[in-house]
């Protein structure tokens, strides 16, 4: 049982607007920034979304991050069949002193 | 750019000692601004963060509440890596494991991936 929450599938249509919620706790989520990692099958998850909102050079902007309370988002705008991977939230948890993660959401292109 | 290369034995028996190395290419092992972690991947667990290393003015090591007592991370400065020790492996411990790097608080580069099977 992974310690932030997320649902483990999504979809959308090319061009739709998709959102992946995760939701942790004030330890995790709460206190601290959150970050979201994109994997593709047999590959290494690869960093996305930094300090809740950020981008690292490479990204376009059609991924978006946000964060309120304990729960966080990770929104893709024109949603394209490339963008078909598992999505990733984590945090930095001061309660258990290490990093926590979301179980994943699958993410389908229709 | 950084390049994290993993190696280890892939087939282990239950009671044995799980020992990977990651070498770092493209950054400091004893850099300041960085700390160098071990994670896990399974069907059954997901992403599991195991434990770190990084120097700052000393070594220090941090380990998962679930782990502590069988896990060890440490440095080796003369080459350039950082190495995971897991004791007494049982098969909950067959995973995909990841070396990355964590750089001004955040994990941004991950290594390829090793699979490791516990079997008897």
């Known amino acids: 049982q992974s310690v932030l929450t997320q649902p483990p599938s999504a979809s959308g249509t090319p061009g739709q607007r998709v959102t992946i919620s995760c939701s942790g706790s004030?330890?995790?989520?709460?206190?601290?920034?959150v970050y979201w990692y994109q994997q593709f099958p047999g590959t290494a998850p690869k960093l996305l979304i930094y300090?809740?909102?950020q981008r690292p050079s490479g990204v376009p902007d059609r991924f978006s991050g946000s964060k309120s309370g304990t729960s966080a988002s990770l929104a893709i705008s024109g949603l394209r069949s490339e963008d078909e991977a598992d999505y990733y939230c984590?945090?930095?948890?001061?309660?258990?002193?290490?990093?926590?993660f979301g179980g994943g959401t699958e993410l389908t292109v229709l | 750019q950084v390049q994290l290369q993993l190696s280890g034995p892939g087939l282990l028996k239950p009671s044995q000692t799980l020992s990977l190395t990651c070498a770092i290419s493209?950054?400091?092992?004893?850099?300041?601004?960085?700390?160098w972690n071990w994670i896990r991947q399974s069907p059954s667990r997901g992403l599991e963060w195991l434990g770190r290393?990084?120097?700052?003015?000393?070594?220090?090591?941090g380990y998962a509440v679930s782990l502590k007592g069988r896990i060890t991370v440490n440095a080796d400065t003369s080459k350039n890596q950082f190495s995971l020790q897991l004791t007494s492996v049982t098969p909950q411990d067959t995973a995909i494991y990841y070396c990355?790097?964590?750089?001004?608080?955040?994990?941004?580069?991950w290594g390829q991936g090793i699979p490791v099977t516990v079997s008897s």
């Open positions: 004030s330890s995790n989520i709460g206190g601290d920034h």
């Open positions: 990355a790097r964590q750089w001004q608080g955040f994990i941004d580069y």
């Open positions: 984590a945090a930095w948890d001061d309660k258990l002193t290490g990093w926590v």
């Open positions: 290393t990084y120097y700052r003015s000393k070594w220090s090591s």
């Open positions: 300090k809740t909102n």
């Open positions: 493209g950054d400091s092992v004893s850099s300041n601004s960085a700390a």
